[in-house]
């Protein structure tokens, strides 16, 4: 079946722009979570969702970061005001269900290709 | 959160076998041990997990040892579509189940 897509794969954005960048998880996904990998490190944990409740966001660097899953479902992490120390790769990935629910299982997470973007 | 030590880079041969190893001194009871590896220009993959037990699949092995302070994946056969980088993190869920990566081992398979 079809994986977790994301769009743009590649953005480009002038200093002070703001960028939408798109999550679609995999169909009846429950968790959704958002990752920020900088060149050369591992990805680094942003966000999460719960269907359509947001219930970390512990990772966003700061209030120009704004997350939302409004149906449950498709995901867009919005940047305003870019920076250049925002360029990395965004991340989305989705898993099936919650750990609570599955204590003798650790859920899977898929993950998107990314998105690219680079602030100049 | 427990820490993970991996060696930066390994070299392996086409066809032979690959042991990637991680130290977590500070995992916990109820830690898991999830590897991810991610190839060039994609999204970390999940490999394997395990808690104490040696774990097998399609995939690869996973070796624990018996304190659970260390593991090692094991690739039997190490192809050119393994050339990643493999993270080892240790998990168990918590609030919101996110993954903390390190920088994980980057591995060259040489034809």
């Known amino acids: 079946g079809a994986g977790v897509s994301q769009s743009p794969r590649y953005k480009v954005a002038k200093r002070g722009q703001d960028v939408a960048l798109r999550c679609d998880p995999i169909s009846g996904h429950v968790s959704l979570f958002w990752y920020q990998q900088a060149l050369g490190q591992g990805p680094e944990f942003l966000t999460y969702?719960?269907?359509?409740?947001?219930?970390?966001k512990s990772g966003l660097p700061s209030d120009r970061f704004f997350a939302e899953r409004p149906e449950g479902s498709v995901s867009t992490l919005k940047i305003q005001r870019t920076q250049q120390e925002d360029s990395a790769v965004y991340l989305c990935?989705?898993?099936?269900?919650?750990?609570?629910?599955?204590?003798?299982?650790?859920?899977?997470?898929?993950f998107g290709p990314g998105t690219r973007l680079t602030v100049l | 959160d427990a820490k993970t030590t991996q060696p930066n880079s390994m070299e392996s041969n086409e066809e032979e076998p690959v042991h990637l190893p991680c130290n977590h001194s500070?995992?916990?009871?109820?830690?898991?041990i999830h590897w991810y590896r991610q190839l060039p220009s994609q999204g970390p993959e999940y490999v394997i997990h395990?808690?104490?037990s040696n774990v097998n699949n399609r995939m690869a092995s996973l070796a624990i040892a018996e304190d659970r302070k260390s593991s090692t994946l094991i690739l039997h056969r190490a192809t050119l579509r393994d050339a990643a980088v493999y993270y080892c993190?240790?998990?168990?869920?918590?609030?919101?189940?996110?993954?903390?990566f390190g920088t994980g081992t980057l591995l060259a398979v040489q034809p």
């Open positions: 395990g808690l104490t």
């Open positions: 993190i240790p998990f168990n869920g918590g609030a919101t189940n996110k993954l903390i």
């Open positions: 969702f719960q269907n359509e409740a947001q219930l970390d």
């Open positions: 990935a989705s898993s099936l269900i919650r750990w609570e629910y599955s204590r003798e299982f650790t859920d899977t997470q898929y």
């Open positions: 500070t995992i916990s009871g109820t830690d898991y």
